[in-house]
């Protein structure tokens, strides 16, 4: 334990322990040169330094380890890990062994108990709790909040609070079963007899033999009318935009039409990326055809189509704009919604769920679907985990149990209720977990189910040794063979040739796509079939892909994609490119390059996630003979649009993407591909993430067994205070009110 000078350092003087926290920045800057450390990490710690000149060393190395903290996905740092001097799962550092023991090393010599360390960072001046909120030196708000045992930037900090009160607010407000005077308010909701008997002719009588068992689906529907928000998680497969459609045509249903058939309903349905977007609006499309085709004249489905219209990127609906953070939508300028419906929730970082629920209108109902088991967001905070934290368990309360039971006719386990006299979660009541998988109910629901227990050794089992296909073979002439399998020779040979041909079982690689991009019409066939054309290509990339847990490196995206691009040049299948058409490994614009935007730009219209394809628009005819300048397609459903090439920049080519960057996508066989080293970014829920992305065919590429293994053992557990205030009120920790 250090002196109790070092605890009360003198603002008017140098530090009393100087020489500790050159000897501490030294340190810092040697972790950055590195690369264990980033720069901002690094900057921000000495911006500290110089705000507060006789800032204790223990609060500049807080500072840097919690900047790297938020890099890594967590809002916030525990005392009891800095006291502890464990470092966790992910490590303190973004590097070995090595630099991990270094930070214990520092936090040794600290020698701070949890207490200590409170005691140090509120007598700083830079950490809320010790003079009123605001930083001495600067006369403003403090950079960095400490509640509940946690340290937060200021930002994270009142990004968590705002989420857990608004969510807090939403489910303290619950309808009362009433007359049935509609939804368009949560004072009353419809009588449980409309909305039984709307019910059964949305998804059919239930079978007398499954009067005792539980339709999640229809459950789900009814537990959304019951207050402003809804959570429906399942995994894969569990029906979750099959659900949602039929709430929307009960929303419709239940709610009073004009003698024009305008119920005045305002709905919208967004999420994270465009191509989750285009999903949501395809699947809702595709269920509410089927509806209309079983009960035509049951609802005006044309006036229920035009009220839902597209469904929005979130940054789109909540008006991100150029060059500023500053969204067109918050709480002075809502948006116009009644009910709004957001796909793919467990994409939504902490900042982008904060500044939805301010900017939606307290009388508005939300929905969030997701899957509460795949990785999250790539930015701070797992919003959806840590609202779905307990969903398995049910929870619920006798009053949920009535209302479900009066409008589905059936009585929830008892097993997944609260005991009578015990209080029941308030946010538990509003959520749903869809538990029966109808897409993975073979060999990659079996995989998926064993990755998701943690059961390594169950999960490597389960995945076949297959060869990949050294040259194109007919697809109708391969034989059956596993849906989910390991390539047996993991060498970065084996896998381009994987990626070019398929495997056994799974034939076709990016093939089949590329075979299609040399069949191009005749300039004579018009633009539709041109048109025609390209959607066919943009299907037929999507049939193939390789996901990848790294950026860097050789089993990494950026190593993959110039090793693909090579391997297609040197067959000639694509051209060498325009070096002046981009930046990095294997850039240059050439046709047939599949890029990802990675950057929102709403003038162009294209949001960061969006993929696709570089092509020759259709030759005009007043030059039939002359290729039309290269454009990027991109698909919305069956929608086409595109970009010329020359006008994106922020893009990167996209044989190969992360994990994290292909959620809300579908492709019929997916490669994932791990590293043979272990990384603090091989997880659980990264391997189920990438596994489930696979509508058909599954492949591993891994070249050491052990370190799928230690992926499949490991969980990613983000440092988070949301769960515990969704819980219920704080224990007393002496910070002010910060605003």
């Not at 990490?41 to 919690?66: K, Q, V």
């Not at 009362?176 to 009353?188: A, C």
């Not at 969204?327 to 929730?345: G, I, W």
């Not at 509508?695 to 949301?722: C, I, K, N």
Request: hydrophobic share 45%.
């Amino acid at each position: 334990m250090k002196t109790d000078t070092m605890l009360r350092p003198d603002r008017t003087g140098p530090s009393p322990d100087a020489a500790t926290v050159d000897a501490l920045f030294e340190a810092l800057t040697r972790w950055c040169e590195a690369g264990w450390l980033r720069r901002l990490d690094l900057a921000f710690a000495r911006w500290l330094r110089a705000e507060r000149p006789a800032a204790h060393p223990a609060l500049l190395l807080a500072a840097a380890l919690l900047a790297q903290a938020e890099g890594q996905g967590h809002s916030c740092l525990a005392l009891d890990r800095l006291a502890a001097g464990a470092g966790g799962d992910d490590g303190w550092l973004d590097g070995p062994p090595a630099a991990q023991a270094e930070v214990r090393a520092w936090l040794d010599r600290l020698g701070l108990g949890v207490s200590d360390w409170a005691a140090v960072l509120r007598a700083s001046g830079a950490v809320d709790g010790a003079i009123g909120g605001t930083d001495a030196a600067s006369g403003g708000p403090a950079p960095l909040v400490l509640d509940m045992g946690r340290l937060y930037l200021r930002r994270h900090w009142r990004e968590e609070t705002g989420v857990a009160a608004a969510v807090l607010a939403r489910v303290a407000e619950r309808a009362d079963p009433g007359p049935g005077t509609g939804i368009g308010t949560v004072t009353e909701a419809p009588a449980p007899g409309q909305v039984r008997t709307w019910l059964t002719r949305l998804f059919g009588a239930l079978p007398a033999k499954a009067a005792a068992a539980v339709d999640w689906q229809r459950m789900a529907c009814a537990v959304a009318l019951r207050g402003r928000l809804a959570l429906i998680t399942g995994g894969p497969g569990t029906g979750k935009t099959y659900t949602v459609a039929r709430l929307l045509a009960l929303v419709w249903a239940l709610q009073p039409q004009s003698a024009g058939g305008d119920s005045g309903l305002r709905i919208a349905l967004a999420a994270p990326t465009g191509k989750a977007a285009a999903r949501l609006k395809q699947s809702i499309d595709q269920a509410l055809d089927q509806l209309q085709a079983d009960h035509p004249a049951a609802l005006d489905w044309a006036a229920l189509r035009r009220t839902l219209g597209t469904a929005w990127t979130l940054h789109k609906l909540l008006g991100a704009r150029p060059d500023t953070r500053r969204l067109r939508h918050d709480a002075q300028h809502p948006l116009e919604v009644d009910l709004l419906v957001v796909d793919e929730a467990s994409m939504v970082h902490l900042e982008l769920m904060a500044a939805l629920l301010q900017a939606l209108p307290a009388r508005a109902r939300l929905v969030l679907l997701g899957d509460q088991d795949q990785l999250a967001s790539v930015e701070a905070g797992a919003v959806l985990g840590d609202l779905c934290s307990g969903a398995s368990a049910g929870r619920y309360g006798s009053a949920t149990a009535d209302w479900v039971q009066a409008c589905t006719g059936q009585a929830l386990p008892a097993a997944l209720c609260v005991p009578v006299g015990q209080a029941a979660p308030p946010l538990a009541q509003q959520t749903v977990m869809l538990r029966e998988s109808r897409r993975f109910a073979g060999a990659i629901g079996t995989l998926a189910t064993a990755v998701n227990a943690g059961d390594a050794a169950a999960a490597w089992a389960a995945l076949a040794p297959v060869a990949a296909c050294l040259r194109p073979a007919s697809d109708a002439a391969t034989p059956p063979a596993p849906a989910v399998a390991r390539l047996a020779d993991a060498r970065v040979e084996r896998l381009l040739a994987l990626a070019l041909h398929g495997r056994e079982g799974a034939p076709g690689g990016y093939r089949l796509a590329l075979a299609l991009l040399r069949a191009r019409p005749a300039p004579a066939a018009g633009p539709q079939a041109h048109e025609d054309w390209v959607r066919a290509l943009l299907r037929a990339f999507d049939r193939f892909r390789l996901l990848c847990a790294l950026r860097q490196g050789e089993w990494g995206v950026s190593g993959l994609n110039a090793a693909v691009e090579h391997a297609l040049r040197q067959a000639g299948v694509i051209a060498r490119g325009n070096p002046a058409g981009g930046s990095g490994p294997g850039a240059g614009w050439y046709e047939g390059r599949p890029v990802m935007v990675t950057r929102n730009d709403p003038a162009l219209g294209v949001f960061n996630g969006d993929v696709g394809l570089a092509l020759r628009a259709a030759p005009t005819p007043e030059a039939p003979d002359r290729p039309g300048p290269l454009r990027v397609w991109f698909a919305d459903g069956d929608q086409l649009r595109h970009v010329l090439a020359s006008r994106l920049s922020a893009v990167e080519t996209a044989w190969a993407m992360t994990v994290h960057k292909s959620q809300g996508s579908e492709f019929g066989h997916t490669v994932l591909v791990l590293p043979p080293v272990a990384s603090p970014v091989l997880t659980r829920e990264l391997v189920y993430t990438g596994l489930t992305r696979s509508r058909s065919a599954f492949t591993l590429v891994a070249p050491q067994q052990a370190v799928f293994e230690a992926a499949v053992r490991r969980r990613t557990r983000r440092a988070s205070g949301l769960a515990e205030r969704l819980a219920g009120p704080p224990a007393p920790d002496g910070v002010p009110d910060v605003r």
